[in-house]
């Protein structure tokens, strides 16, 4: 017996002994040294004494199942030391049994394994930091994919641009002479009979479509200086909506206006930026062969993180920041709005779904670049509630 207690007092475990009752009857030298509590301050009192709360209610109510079923538990307990620490505790918790085998007593050994909890949670921390880092990583590398997708179609863009504008430019002058010519036969020719006035009148259609066209391409490779002057933005859009009453009323399409009051004027360019108004109204008007309605909406805000980015392709030094005032102009219809495989290449100079004669597969490519001239954005995107929305973000 005396063997067996000097080994209990000198084992390297912590061992606790108590009644039924959970009353303390003995705790051995290595409980001391880990818990700080002598076995005097124990004795009598109740294990919960060094209850850290940390380990769950519900493992202490197996515990006490497995024990009252006589069985023997295993298990991970967070107690608190005497000085306020926590310990973490491998416990092995049975009965014990006296010669009739009534349960008297139960024994509690315990391993101090607060150091291998404590190397599992930092490396447990360093796993997660390491995903976190890692995600962030990824995220980054996406962006910078997708920025260098932006800046090669910019690129593109540039190169198709130059090269559009030189061809422009060379027929530029040739179909003026033919315009001339044409006018001239019409003059002098034109009520002669009816066969050479049709010809004549087809060739000038062909001729004044194919000067939309170079207007268009000379648009996009236009001198990069603005005119710019302050612009009171709803008034301008009222009156290319007034210009635009006429088809309207032929397609049956209904025209909104929800101008904001309070916008302050605008440094642009009027010409141009009106060009890129009728544009996104005549898509809108194409989109809506049947009706609908054609909403033109100003506003005043602020511009959220997110959208601040800045845009490569845009020439403007000024990018945008958050929190900067920016004066948005939204031009919504009801059409079928724009199929996903469609999307990506709306801007693209000569993508068109019209028909010849009715789209060149410009008027976004010169309607970007107009606005990016000034130092804004142009975005289109399909509306939730169906149809497109376009929409100009221009400093304020
Ligand atoms: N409001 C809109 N609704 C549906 N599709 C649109 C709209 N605006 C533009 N699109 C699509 O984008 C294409 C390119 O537009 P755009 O550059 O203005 O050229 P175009 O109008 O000459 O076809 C259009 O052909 C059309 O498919
Ligand atoms: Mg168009």
Redesign the pocket.
Known sequence: MLTLSRAIEQSGSLVVIADTHGHIEYVNPKFTEVTGYTLAEVVGRNPSLWKSGETPMKEYARLWETLRAGGEWRGEFRNRKKDGGLYWALASISPVRNAAGIVTHFVAVEEDITERKEAEQRQKKLNEDLALSQRKLLKTVEELQSAQMRLIEAEKLETVGRLAAGVAHEVKNPLAVIHLGLEYLLREHGGRDGETSQVLNDMAGAVHRAGVVIGDLLNLSAAKQLALQPVHLNGMLDQCLTMLHVPAAATRVHIAREFAPDLPPVPLDSQKIEQVFL??C???F??MPDGGTLTVRTLLRQLDPAEAHREPGSRSGAAFRPGDTVVVVEVD?T????PDD?LPR??DPF????PTG????????V?KKIVQLHGGRLR?HNRPEG??R?TVLLKA
Request: charged residues 10%.
């Open positions: 544009n996104l005549i898509n809108a194409h989109a219809d059409g079928a709005g724009i469609v709306i801007f993508f068109t779904t019209k009715k789209g060149t597969g410009l008027g976004l490519t309607s289109i149809g497109v376009a």
